[in-house]
C-alpha cells in the first residue's frame, strides 16, 4: 500500500472521529456537521486511495461500479430512507384523520390514566410491534402517539418516549426479520437455522431485557412514573369515550386498515418477495388515495427532510471508513485469537468477550446499519480464515452486539435519534449527553448479560 494511500486512510479515520465528537456537541447542527463529515471523506477517498481496489477489497460486493458516485451511492440504505419517506406520510394520513385521538384516549381509559400501567403498556405495545414490524416504523407510529398520552395527562413524556425508544431496540431482537442486524447475521448461519430456533435463542433474553429495562425507568424516573392520578382527574378519565372529537369514524377506521395492510405487508414480505421499503410507499400512496389527499401537501408536511438528509450522509461517511479498510486490523485481531494456544471453546469465548466489549461503543457511535456490515465483515472473515467451526454462541453475540449497542448513543439506532427528535420537536429538551447519561447503566448492564449469555451459549455446546 502506497503512502499517500495509508495517509489517506489516517485522514479518513480522523475525519469520521471528529464528526462523531462534534456530534455530541449541545447546540450544533447535526445535519450540517454529519454532511460535511461526508463530503471531505468523500473527497480523501477519491483523491488519496485507490478507491474502487479497497471497495473491492473490504466489501462484500463482487461487483463495484466504475463510476466514483455510483459506488458511493450504494453504501447509502435506500430501505431505511424510503421507510422513514413513507412511513412519514402514513402518520401524517393517520393523525390528521383522528385515529391517535382514539388510540390515546383507548389507551388511557384501559390503564385508568396510572402512569406505572401506562409506561408498561406502551413499552410492551412496542416491544410486539418490533417484533414482526420494522423499528423504525414503530418509534414513527408510538413516539408521537406517547408524547399525545402524557400531554393529555399531565405527564412529562420523556421517560415514557424513552421507554418507548429502548424497547423498539429490546423488541426487535427475538426474531430474524425485526432489525438488520438479525436480517444479516441470519442469512450468514450455515447451520440449520430457522425462525423458531432464532427466536427460541433471542427470546429469553429479549424478555430479561424488557423486565430489567422496566425496573430501571421505574427507579431513574420515580418522581415522574410513581404520581398519584387525583381522584378528579380519575373521574374525568372513567366518563373518557375515545370516540369524542372525532369527526368522521370512517376515518378512523381506514386509518386502522391502512396500518393493518402496512404491518401484514411486512409481515408477509418475505412470501410476496417485496422488501419492506417497497410496500411501505406501495401503502403510503395507496393511503393518500384512500383519503382523496394531495401528494404535494403530504409530502410538504408530512416528511423530516433534514432528517433524510442527515441519514444519508451517516451512511456515506461509514461506508467510506469501512470501504477504505480501516476496519482490517479489527478483523485481523479476532483470526490471530484462533491462532493461540488454546481451546478452540476458550477462543470462541474471548471472541464473544470482545465483540460485546467492542460492540458496545461502535454500535453506539455508528449506526445500526454501519455496526452491522461492519460486524458481518468482521464475522465473514473470521469464519472463513479459522478452521474451527463457530457455534451458535459465538454467532449470537455477534447478533446482540450488533443490536445492543444502539442503544448507548442517539447515533447508535434510528428508533432512539428519532425519539429524541419528537421530543425536541414537541418543546420537551434532551439533549445527547442527557439521554447518555441516563441510560449508560443501562445500556452497560445489556452488554454485560449479552456477553454472559453468549458464553453460556458457547459452554453448552450450541
Not at 406505572?116 to 410491534?129: N, Q
Not at 461517511?317 to 478483523?331: D, N, R
Request: overall charge neutral; proline content about 3%; glycine content about 8%.
Amino acid at each position: 500500500m502506497a503512502v499517500v494511500e495509508i495517509i489517506g486512510i489516517i485522514l479518513i479515520s480522523v475525519t469520521v472521529l471528529a464528526t462523531i465528537i462534534a456530534l455530541m456537541i449541545e447546540g450544533v447542527d447535526t445535519t450540517k456537521i454529519t454532511v460535511t463529515g461526508a463530503s471531505i471523506v468523500m473527497v480523501l477517498f477519491f483523491f488519496f486511495t485507490d478507491w474502487h481496489k479497497l471497495l473491492l477489497e473490504n466489501t462484500s460486493h463482487e461487483y463495484v461500479p466504475e463510476n466514483y458516485l455510483e459506488a458511493i451511492a450504494e453504501m447509502i440504505n435506500v430501505e431505511a430512507i424510503l421507510i422513514i419517506f413513507s412511513v412519514s406520510v402514513i402518520v401524517s394520513l393517520t393523525k390528521e384523520a383522528g385515529f391517535f385521538d382514539f388510540v390515546s384516549l383507548s389507551i388511557v381509559k384501559l390503564t385508568k390514566g396510572d402512569p406505572k400501567k401506562l409506561i408498561i403498556a406502551l413499552g410492551g405495545l412496542t416491544f410486539f410491534i418490533s417484533m414482526f414490524f420494522d423499528n423504525l416504523s414503530a418509534i414513527i407510529l408510538l413516539g408521537s402517539l406517547t408524547v399525545v398520552i402524557c400531554e393529555q395527562l399531565d405527564l412529562n413524556p420523556i421517560p415514557f418516549v424513552l421507554f418507548v425508544g429502548i424497547n423498539t431496540i429490546i423488541g426487535g431482537l427475538p426474531t430474524p426479520v425485526s432489525s438488520l442486524p438479525n436480517i444479516i447475521f441470519y442469512s450468514l448461519y450455515e447451520g440449520d437455522m430457522t425462525f423458531i430456533k432464532f427466536t427460541g435463542l433471542m427470546f429469553p433474553i429479549a424478555l430479561l431485557f424488557f423486565l430489567l429495562s422496566s425496573l430501571y425507568f421505574f427507579l431513574i424516573f420515580k418522581k415522574d412514573i410513581f404520581i398519584k392520578i387525583p381522584e378528579e382527574k380519575q373521574k374525568q378519565i372513567a366518563r373518557i369515550n375515545p370516540w369524542s372529537g372525532i369527526d368522521e369514524r370512517s376515518q378512523v377506521y381506514k386509518s386502522i386498515g391502512l396500518l393493518v395492510i402496512l404491518f401484514a405487508g411486512f409481515l408477509l414480505s418475505s412470501v410476496i418477495g417485496l422488501d419492506v421499503a417497497t410496500i411501505a410507499l406501495i401503502v403510503a400512496v395507496f393511503g393518500l388515495f384512500l383519503f382523496n389527499k394531495q401528494l404535494k401537501k403530504f409530502i410538504h408536511s408530512g416528511i423530516e427532510w433534514e432528517m433524510i438528509v442527515f441519514f444519508v450522509a451517516l451512511f456515506v461517511l461509514m461506508g467510506v471508513l469501512a470501504g477504505s479498510g480501516a476496519l482490517q486490523p479489527i478483523a485481523n485481531l479476532f483470526i490471530s485469537i484462533f491462532n493461540l494456544n488454546i481451546s478452540p471453546k476458550s477462543a470462541q469465548i474471548l471472541v464473544a468477550l470482545i465483540i460485546g466489549l467492542i460492540g458496545l461503543p461502535i454500535t453506539g457511535f455508528l449506526n445500526g446499519s454501519s455496526a452491522a456490515l461492519i460486524f458481518s465483515y468482521i464475522f465473514t472473515t473470521m469464519v472463513a480464515s479459522v478452521s474451527t467451526t463457530i457455534g451458535k454462541g459465538t454467532w449470537i453475540a455477534f447478533v446482540l452486539g450488533g443490536n445492543i449497542g444502539g442503544a448507548l448513543t442517539p447515533l447508535g439506532s434510528i428508533t432512539i435519534l428519532m425519539a429524541l427528535e419528537i421530543l425536541n420537536r414537541e418543546g420537551y429538551k434532551i439533549t445527547f449527553m442527557d439521554y447518555v447519561k441516563k441510560t449508560l447503566p443501562l445500556t452497560l448492564t445489556f452488554a454485560l448479560l449479552s456477553i454472559g449469555y453468549s458464553i453460556i451459549l458457547i459452554l453448552s455446546g450450541s
